[in-house]
Antibody, heavy 115, light 107 residues
Framework: EVQLVESGGGLVQPWGSLRLSCEAS????????MNWVRQAPGKGLEWVSY????????YYADSVKGRFTISRDNAKKSLYLQMNSLRAEDTAVYYC????????WGQGTLVTVSS | DIQMTQSPSSLSASVGDRVTITCRAS??????LAWFQQKPGKAPKSLIY???SLQSGVPSKFSGSGSGTDFTLTISSLQPEDFATYYC?????????FGGGTKVEIK
C-alpha cells in the first residue's frame, strides 16, 4: 500500500526556519513527481510546490517563491521542503502528494508560525 | 493563474439523495480536472482524475463529467460516509489551483 509520511512540523517564530520531510514507501519513488500542498486552519487547499522525478523541473507558488525550497533524495525515498523567513500566514497543515494527479497524500504535518 | 469556482459552497442533503457539485474554470483546461474528498482532520483523498476517470478503489456512486470550463461531480446515492468537503483542482497548467470547496452536510 502506498504510504507517504510527513514529519518536521512544529511551532516556529516569525522569520524562523523549518525543514519538512516526506518519506515514501510501497512504490517506486524515483519515477514519480511530487508536490507539497498546504491547508491553513479552517481554509481550503493551496498548492505550494512541485518537483519532477529527477529534480530537473521545480515550481513554486508565488506566495512562497524565494523563501521555500523543495528537494528530494531518491535513494532515501524522501521529499523535503526547506521553509525560511516564515510568516504567520504560513501556518497550515502541510501535505505531500504524489504525482501531477495528487493521487496519494500523506497525513500532514502542522506548522505553526507564532511568537 | 487559472481560477476554479465551485458551487454551491455548502449543501444539506439526506441519505439516499443524488448530489451534484459544479466546478467552473476561468479558462479552458480541457479535461485536466480532479476531484478530492476531505473529511474533518484527515488528508484529502483522490476520487476522480481526467474529469471522469475513477481512481482505483473509489465506488462507482461517484462520477465526474465535463470538459473545457464546466465540470460536475455527482454522488448517485448519498451515504453517511460521504458527508465531507469536496474540492476540484485543475492541473492543466502551473500553478495547479483548487476550488474553494463544497461542504456536504446532513439534512
Amino acid at each position: 500500500e502506498v504510504q507517504l509520511v510527513e514529519s518536521g512540523g512544529g511551532l516556529v517564530q516569525p522569520w524562523g526556519s523549518l525543514r519538512l520531510s516526506c518519506e515514501a514507501s510501497a512504490f517506486t519513488f524515483s519515477t514519480y513527481s511530487m508536490n507539497w500542498v498546504r491547508q491553513a486552519p479552517g481554509k481550503g487547499l493551496e498548492w505550494v510546490s512541485y518537483i519532477s522525478s529527477d529534480s530537473s523541473t521545480i515550481y513554486y507558488a508565488d506566495s512562497v517563491k524565494g523563501r521555500f525550497t523543495i528537494s528530494r533524495d531518491n535513494a532515501k525515498k524522501s521529499l523535503y521542503l526547506q521553509m525560511n523567513s516564515l510568516r504567520a500566514e504560513d501556518t497550515a497543515v502541510y501535505y505531500c502528494a504524489r504525482d501531477r494527479l495528487h493521487d496519494y497524500w500523506g497525513q500532514g504535518t502542522l506548522v505553526t508560525v507564532s511568537s | 493563474d487559472i481560477q476554479m469556482t465551485q458551487s454551491p459552497s455548502s449543501l444539506s442533503a439526506s441519505v439516499g439523495d443524488r448530489v451534484t457539485i459544479t466546478c467552473r474554470a476561468s479558462q479552458d483546461i480541457s479535461n485536466y480536472l480532479a476531484w478530492f474528498q476531505q473529511k474533518p482532520g484527515k488528508a484529502p483523498k483522490s476520487l476522480i482524475y481526467a474529469a471522469s476517470s475513477l481512481q482505483s478503489g473509489v465506488p462507482s456512486k461517484f462520477s465526474g463529467s465535463g470538459s473545457g470550463t464546466d465540470f460536475t461531480l455527482t454522488i448517485s446515492s448519498l451515504q453517511p460516509e460521504d458527508f465531507a468537503t469536496y474540492y476540484c483542482q485543475q492541473y492543466n497548467s502551473y500553478p495547479p489551483t483548487f476550488g474553494g470547496g463544497t461542504k456536504v452536510e446532513i439534512k
